[in-house]
């Protein structure tokens, strides 16, 4: 049986979101806002209260360590951006998608945005995923096809999940 290449994204979308959850489990406020060395990208309230990842465009070299905080905000950042741009009219600047504030809520608005991609993605043809109409206006893929794209957001979603339990993991012996 041949198995249908969404179905194939769906399933590796599906192993990295039940590492991701299995992780969530343990994190909370002070474990996501935990900062694991002295140079570190985090998220915090601006003068107007609302949660902002810090960011350098060009990333310094080497790239500060992250919080998990950071880290969710940065999920958030590229499926908004990808959600809007490949589903809906475009998305918001990346200054605009701030952090909820707290590890729940970040889990909350991870939740909304896995649950949209994933009916996002059920939803595809071979054709969908061999075009370049929908990814024609992100911000990384102007030349990829949607099922590159799709493909990415699962590594990308790997990644971040490995980043999260090696932080979590790093917090948790912290003071051992």
Known sequence: MTVARVDLLTR????AWALFEYHLKDIDDAACLWEPAAVCWT?????????????????????PAL???W???HIGYWWTTTLGHCFGTGAPEREEIT?????????GWLRGLHEEWRARLA????????????TRTLPWGQ????GDVAGWLNIELTKNVA??????????VRDA
């Open 99 to 107: 952090w909820p504030g707290t590890a729940d809520a970040a889990a």
């Open 12 to 15: 590796q979308l599906d192993i």
């Open 123 to 134: 939803e595809l043809t071979d054709a969908d995923l061999d075009s370049t109409e929908r």
């Open 163 to 172: 980043e999260i339990g090696l932080i979590r993991h790093l917090y948790g």
């Open 143 to 146: 030349e990829m096809t949607l």
């Open 43 to 63: 998220v915090r309230p601006d003068e107007r209260g609302r949660w902002v990842a810090d960011w350098e465009v060009p990333e310094p070299d080497p790239v």
């Open 67 to 69: 919080t998990i905080g």
């Open 71 to 73: 880290v969710t905000w």
